[in-house]
DNA sequence: CATATTTTTTAGTCTAGACTAAAAAATATG
DNA sequence: CATATTTTTTAGTCTAGACTAAAAAATATG
């Protein structure tokens, strides 16, 4: 059993691990966890002790087994509340991600297994994101981002990789949501900016815009 | 914003007011929440300073209008998800107790309002005890212990005292449980014993039974 | 009502998890 | 490749919330 400040920790890891092989920097975790780099190291070398993952000094830390089952864990309960919280109490997607970040610290394997039950063992979360088996094994999705599509290609809207309600709220705006077709009728090469049609709309959006939204093509 | 400790006490110090007009000792608060006397006075000294809390030494503590405030809300909050794990996730009553206990360390004011809402706003928990409102507001219930009823008298269960896995799944064994009608055939004057009848069954039970099982008469 | 007993508080420690400042190692640069 | 810069760790502190042992206050008792 770990506490709170473990579990946000080791999540944070893993995160940082999907994001770039090898080995991830207490600096890297430190950034990511909105806290000191000497804090990190504290407590990354506890965690170290625990098993949870291995790390060299100077080098970095990478989750071991234990650590990883452990991190898909939280994460299958981070997104399977948001699932509850989107589903049946009609929460809006930009709106879950704060509570289901205090939800995926109850602890109750019962509890996750009849959760996962009632909603239907859905496999993916409001936000696009595949919700990982009791194994800890995530659903392979062949995505990629908007900004890599060309002039004339079209994708499916399957997820988004930044869940601020900021961004949320401007997709909602623009009437995206996951299952939306967005063409891309124009793309400038000097800013990555582009033209798309969303149903009837047309309008510009920014390459930050673009490379923030998952598509599924073809 | 309170803290997981703090909460925990503030809600253990409005049970034992409950139970008890007038100060509550500080002792009673570490028995309470199983904790040392020294620990309980460190802690009641900290949430007088906040002012959940007044307290006299030597004398014990008083929750103030904010600390009841507080304590009403983390119980109505127990309590909706107590609501939630037994009618929508279909636990048993002597199972939810302990993730109750998490679940209402959860912080959202908004969450509670649309739970409350898909649960029908239900006015009593899995294990008769009444829900308060938004405002703390308890609905009185005329209700007695079995204990207190002569012979020949009957009752409506309409709750437990004691909400322990071993007390719950033994009035599962004798088919009691919130609504069932019993009628007492006898009483020992001795040792507070009975003979009841629930349904067809007609058995003995101790005084220790009796005293934990609330019923509404007439 | 003086003294024994019980209850409650205080003083001093410990651990988890944060922080700052300084030291040490790794990396970048002329 | 020697030195400057950046990254990372270490040493030392702090706070919340627990603990033990001792002191002080309240209460019970002959
Ligand atoms: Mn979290
Ligand atoms: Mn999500
Ligand atoms: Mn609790
Ligand atoms: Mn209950």
């Known amino acids: 059993m770990y506490s709170l400040a473990e579990e946000n920790y080791i999540k944070a890891i893993f995160h940082l691990q999907q994001q770039k092989k ?3 920097s207490t600096n890297a975790i430190a950034d990511s966890m909105e806290t000191k780099a000497s804090s990190a190291t504290d407590m990354v070398q506890k965690l170290a002790d625990k098993k949870v993952l291995s790390y060299v000094k100077y080098k970095g830390a990478q989750l071991t087994q234990e650590g990883r089952k452990t991190a898909t864990t939280i994460i299958r309960k981070h997104r399977l509340w948001e699932v509850f919280l989107v589903d049946k109490l009609k929460f809006h997607w930009d709106e879950v991600h704060e509570i289901a970040e205090q939800l995926e610290h109850i602890h109750s394997t ?3 297994k009849r959760l996962d039950n009632f909603l239907g063992n859905p496999a993916f979360d409001p936000h696009g994101d595949p919700i990982p088996d009791e194994h ?6 062949e995505k990629k981002l908007l900004s890599q599509l060309k002039k004339t290609q079209f994708g499916v809207c399957v997820g988004v990789k930044e869940s601020s309600p900021e961004y949320l709220q401007y997709l909602d705006k623009k009437k995206i949501s996951i299952g939306t077709k967005i063409n891309v009728l124009g793309k400038e090469f000097f800013d990555g900016s582009m033209v798309i049609e969303v149903g009837r709309d047309q309008f510009f959006i920014s390459k930050k815009i673009a490379e923030n939204l998952y598509v599924q093509t073809q």
Request: proline fraction near 0%.
């Open 22 to 24: 090898g080995a991830v």
């Open 136 to 141: 800890g094994n995530f659903i392979k999705t």
């Open 110 to 112: 019962e509890l996750i």
